[in-house]
């Protein structure tokens, strides 16, 4: 069965510092990667999704992620991190049909990471 | 462009009771899931629909249902409420089933 894994839950980072959250994915077929952020209250925003192609895949506010298929991993990453990141953020994998093409609407998400920035 | 919107934005049923949440997508998107929040599930996928048909559905029980119109709305349903529907519930609209999708605020559901 497809499944997600955020192994940390809570992460603390002082500001300017570099940030990298971990997701494990397991998944048959080529997968949609996506990171999620959420802030209290609020709904998900996308950061950024992987599909195929170039593995570094670069996203708004400054991510990116690297999807490495030997390690089923999709980490996020952010060379400085400011106040504002702080948020709950969330690996998901597209599981519908499967394979290119397939459907986005089915995604299974991880139980998230919650990030805090240190002044 | 205008967001995905839900609505209510905050509810309170007592058990038992049915409730109905309504989300209306960006405007020329086509396809609407819905996903249910809670701190100890997380996020779980509830349904996808595409032109008014469901084309998947989630693990959860008959009691929760949804439709989607023909301009693209959406409505899920909870019938019988138990104190566990208490949730965040998500929707997302993308353009069609294979696209990205773009998730509303969220509707706050406390069952009391």
């Known amino acids: 069965a497809q499944s997600v894994t955020q192994p940390d839950i809570h992460i603390t980072v002082s500001e300017g510092a570099s940030l990298e959250l971990r997701c494990n994915y397991s998944y048959g077929a080529t997968p949609y990667l996506f990171w999620y952020v959420q802030s209290p209250g609020q709904g998900l925003q996308l950061l950024l999704k992987y599909f195929s192609g170039d593995t570094l895949v670069q996203g708004i506010k400054g991510f990116e992620a690297e999807f490495k298929r030997s390690q089923s991993s999709f980490n996020l990453r952010k060379p400085s991190v400011h106040w504002s990141d702080a948020a709950e953020y969330f690996c998901?994998?597209?599981?519908?049909?499967?394979?290119?093409?397939?459907?986005?609407?089915?995604?299974?998400f991880g139980k998230g990471t919650k990030l805090s920035v240190k002044p | 462009k205008a967001g995905v919107t839900q609505t209510p934005r905050y509810l309170i049923k007592t058990r038992g009771q049915q409730v109905t949440l309504s989300c209306s997508p960006i405007s020329g998107h086509r396809s609407v899931s819905w996903y249910q929040q809670t701190p100890g599930q997380g996020l779980q996928f509830l349904f996808e629909y595409f032109s008014e048909t469901q084309r998947n559905k989630g693990n959860f029980p008959g009691r929760f249902s949804g439709r989607q119109f023909s301009n693209s709305r959406s409505e899920m349903n909870v019938s019988t409420l138990e104190l566990g529907d208490s949730a965040l519930y998500l929707c997302a609209s993308s353009l069609s089933i294979q696209e990205t999708q773009y998730f509303g605020p969220g509707t706050r559901l406390l069952v009391l």
């Open positions: 998901a994998v597209g599981a519908g049909i499967g394979g290119y093409g397939g459907s986005q609407g089915n995604l299974i």
